[in-house]
């Protein structure tokens, strides 16, 4: 199993401009989360997922956008993107969201908007 | 609300002597408290959990913490530092509600000298 898995790894983009940050998982997780890591920070939940087609927001959802069509994927959109939106983000899967099942998480995607 | 709160930034240990990364939360209710482990450039790993069953919690990697009610602590202890366990160390706390959303504090990194 390749567990859970991010692309791109490293991006730059310049202030205004979107993308998509793509998440997938292989282990038939219903849940996917998506976080993000500031500097000297823990990571902050942006939206989570319970299953195809059931998104909710997390603590700092705004400028982000989120679909899950699939079992497998769950990608993050970015629109107008923002020197703020400067993180590494994180995407995470579960089998079930309470604390008896552990979250899987990727190896990141750093973004810098300048 | 529920909380953690990590003691140290910043830990620094000789290989060989004993680790300590202190965590205090806050909770209303009796917690469920993990530890996760960041290696440089690679997403996070479960060391171990607390999920209200034995109060002393062996994890991966020699690693075990203390869950003590009466001091609303939860830390990380592991007898003989290696060099491969410098990381970043989150503490992280599990919301009492539907939700069960992990809520991580600010991150401990341990520094292992030679």
């Known amino acids: 199993n390749a567990g859970v898995t991010q692309t791109p790894k490293f991006r730059i983009l310049k202030i205004g401009q979107s993308m998509t940050l793509q998440c997938t998982q292989d282990m038939n997780h219903n849940y996917m989360y998506w976080y993000r890591q500031d500097p000297g920070m823990g990571l902050k939940l942006i939206y989570y997922s319970v299953g195809a087609g059931i998104t909710d927001k997390g603590e700092v959802p705004n400028g982000y956008n989120v679909s899950r069509s699939t079992t497998e994927d769950f990608p993050l959109r970015l629109e107008l993107a923002a020197p703020s939106q400067t993180s590494v983000y994180f995407c995470a899967s579960s089998y079930s969201n309470t604390p008896s099942y552990e979250q899987y998480f990727g190896p990141g995607t750093r973004l810098t908007v300048t | 609300a529920q909380s953690v709160t990590q003691l140290d930034s910043h830990v620094s240990v000789s290989e060989g002597t004993p680790v300590l990364l202190r965590c205090n939360y806050s909770?209303?209710?009796?917690?469920?408290l993990f530890w996760y482990v960041q290696h440089p450039n690679k997403g996070l790993q479960l060391l171990l959990k607390?999920?209200?069953?034995?109060?002393l919690v062996k994890g991966i990697n020699g690693f075990e913490a203390e869950f003590k009610k009466s001091e609303t602590s939860f830390h990380l202890t592991k007898p003989s530092a290696h060099m491969s366990d410098a990381a970043e160390y989150f503490c992280v706390v599990s919301l009492r509600d539907s939700s069960y959303k992990l809520i991580f504090g600010s991150g401990t990194r341990l520094l292992v000298r030679p």
């Open positions: 607390y999920t209200s069953a034995a109060t």
């Open positions: 909770s209303s209710y009796s917690p469920s």
